[in-house]
DNA sequence: TGTCATCTGTCATGGACTGACATAATCTAC
DNA sequence: GTAGATTATGTCAGTCCATGACAGATGACA
C-alpha cells in the first residue's frame, strides 16, 4: 500500500473520530463541518472529498458494520435455513468486533451512542438497514429458492429482530458489546418461540 | 371557524398541492422552498412558519394518515388480540382514505409517490414510522398486560407486515387503494401461516 | 371604530453542500 | 533523482435550507 492510500486512511479515520468525538461532547446539531475539519486541520472542503455529507460521517462505522455482517452471511453453510444463517451471521459480525482492534470497537460503541441520542442519525440508520434489506433479500431468496412475499417477510422480521434487541439495551449497554449480545440472543429466542417450524425455509 | 383559521387551512393544503405537484414534475431535490412558496404567492419565510423542513410538507399526508391509524386502533374492541386489532385499524384508515374526499385520496397517492421515487424522504417516512411505534407499543402493551420484549416484537411485526406490504405496490398499484389493500391482505394472511397460535397474546 | 393578537413579508445570518480552478503532494518512468 | 503525469488539497464563489428579528398588514373583538 502506498504513502498516499495510507494517508487517505488516516485522514479518513482521524476525521470520523473527531467528528464522534465533537458529537459527543456538543452534540451532532450543534457541531460544525468547520469545526470538525479544523480538528484534523484540513479544509472543509477536503471532508466532503471524504464523505458525502455530515450524516455519512456518524454512519461510517454502522456502514462498515453491515458489510462485515454481510459477508459473514455470504460464509454461512448453505444447510443452514435463511433465518439461522442470518442469526449467526450476527453473532459473526459481533465477534469480529469483539475481537478486533480496540481501536475500531471505541469507534463503534461511540458511534452507536450518538445514533442513539440523534433522531436525524437514527432515521440514516434506518435507511442504512433498509437499503441493506435488499442484499439480505437477496440471500434470503437464494436460500428458500424463491423470491416472493414470504422471503421479504423472514428479511422483515430480521431486520425488526435486530432493531428490536438494540433497541433495548441501556446507556450501559450501548458501549458494551457482551450486554448487546445477551439483548439479542434474548430476541432471537422468542422469535424461536413465536414461529411455527420452518417458517424460513 | 373563523376566517383568519379557514385562511391558514386553506394556504397549509396549497403549500401541500404545490409542493407535491413541484416534487412529482422536478424531483424531491430540484424543486427549491422558493418555488413552492412561490407557486402559492406567499414569502418562503411564511413556507417555514407552516412546514418545519421540506421533508415536513412531502410527509405531511403521511403523517395525517398515521393519526387516523392511531384513532381507529383506539376504537377497537377490547376483545380482539394486540394484532388483530392492528390489523383491523389498518384497515379502518385504508375504508376511511377510500370513502373520504377525492382531494384527500389524491393528496395521499401523490404523496406516496414522492415518498418512493426519493431516498430521503423514504427514510423519513421511517422515522415517522418508528415515532408512532412508541405509541403503538402502548396500546399492544396495554392489551397484552405487559410491557416487554414481546409487546416490542409484535409491535415491530406490525410495522414490518405494513412496510412489506407496501413495498409490493407496483406503479400502478401506488395509486390505486384497492391494489395497495389487496397487498396488505395478503401479507397479513402470510403472517397468520408463519406465526403459532396467541403469538400476539 | 379602535385596539389587540396574530399572520406575513423583508432582511440578515449561519451552516450544509457543490463546482471551478490553482496549488501541492505523491507516484511513475527514466 | 529528476521530469512529467496523477491525484489530493486549499481557496473561492455560490446555492439552498433554515432561523431570528423586526416592521407592516390583516383578521378578531369589544
Redesign the pocket.
Known sequence: M????R??LK?RVALIDAALDLFLEHGYES????QIAAAV??????F???F????EVALAPATDAQDVFLSELHARPEAESPFTALAQAMRGAVAVLRDGEPEDKQRFLKARQVVEATPTIFAGQMRLMLANEQRILEEVARRRGADDLRSQFVTATFTSTIRVGLENCTVEELSDIDGMTRRLEDTFTLVDQLMVANWDR
Chains 1, 2 share one sequence.
Do not use: C, M
Request: charged share 40%; proline share 4%.
Open positions: 502506498g504513502l498516499r492510500e494517508k487517505k485522514t457541531t460544525t463541518i468547520d486541520d484540513v479544509s472543509p472542503r477536503t466532503f472529498r471524504y458525502g455529507s455530515k450524516e
